[in-house]
């Protein structure tokens, strides 16, 4: 599809994600969907769990899936995605989106988009909507169920849509070089190094980084931005240079560092 512009929305920039308890950053969330909602671009948009999913997945140790997990833990892991889901879409409404929830436990098996789904985002865009999923708890056919992170579905979306841009908007530069430096790696390719710590369910900046490769990999102009800094996130969906990491393949291997 033409013009699509893939938006990860990070669970650490709409939700106050270092808490235990649930709190939406709502600051943030109104700002970064009211900056989207003026670019006038057609979206597609996946938010992260944040403070209402990775630590309700975590103590529900949902990642490893049946037995280590049960049913109940998922549930009340997809439960709390809900919640969050509807808040964001509520603000999207507000902005003038069409908002239209896409809850991928209900379309997601084995961590994969197949193409009669991903062809309901592309007819969804087609009516005038903005497709809406989520980091999820989705069924497995190994262990029951399994976690597919935002960061999966956002680069396989891009992918499958053959989007123009894929962001992962989130509350830090980009990748940085290890976190207490904050070096910022303008330019991230498969050979790059750098340290990454991570305490949530679906691997932090490392998983990110994994995902924005095989988007970059097929062609998808991808790149890791802070979108707690305002005007970020508007400015690279119209396509103008900012402050960020961009994800790109190498093909000839060229070692950056
Ligand atoms: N080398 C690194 N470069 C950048 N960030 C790093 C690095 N190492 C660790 N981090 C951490 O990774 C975080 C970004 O990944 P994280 O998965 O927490 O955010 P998110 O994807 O926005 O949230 P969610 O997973 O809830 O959607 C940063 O906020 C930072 O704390
Ligand atoms: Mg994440």
């Avoid at 529900?60 to 997990?69: A, C, M, Y």
């Avoid at 239209?100 to 436990?105: A, C, M, R």
């Avoid at 508007?234 to 961009?246: G, H, P, T, Y």
Wanted: glycine fraction near 8%; charge should be positive; proline fraction near 3%.
């Amino acid at each position: 599809m033409k013009n699509v512009v893939v938006v990860k929305l990070g669970g650490s920039v709409i939700t106050y994600k270092h808490k235990s308890a649930r709190g939406v950053n709502t600051h943030n969330l109104e700002r970064v969907i009211a900056e989207m909602a003026e670019t006038r671009k057609n979206l597609v948009v996946i938010h992260g769990g944040g403070s209402f999913g990775h630590s309700v997945a975590l103590k529900n140790k949902v990642q490893f899936g049946k037995p280590i997990s049960n049913n109940k833990g998922a549930s009340e892991t997809m439960l709390s995605m809900l919640e969050l889901n509807k808040v964001v879409l509520e603000e999207m409404l507000k902005n003038g989106f069409a908002p239209i929830s896409f809850p991928p436990h209900s379309f997601v098996l084995d961590k994969r988009i197949k193409k009669p789904f991903w062809q309901i985002f592309e007819r969804a865009i087609s009516e005038g909507f903005t497709p809406v999923t989520y980091g999820d708890v989705v069924l497995d056919q190994k262990t029951g169920f399994t976690i597919i992170s935002g960061d999966q579905l956002a680069s396989q979306l891009a992918i499958q849509l053959k989007a123009e841009t894929l962001i992962f908007a989130t509350a830090v530069d980009g990748v940085y070089k290890d976190y207490k430096s904050k070096n910022l790696i303008e330019v991230v390719d498969q050979y790059t190094n750098f340290k990454s710590i991570t305490k949530d369910a679906t691997g932090g900046i490392k998983n990110k980084v994994e995902q924005a490769l095989l988007a970059a990999k097929a062609g998808v102009n991808t790149l890791i931005l802070n979108a707690t800094k305002p005007g970020l996130l508007k400015k690279a969906i119209l396509n103008e240079e900012v402050k960020c990491s961009k994800i790109v393949w190498r093909n000839h291997g060229i070692q950056t560092s």
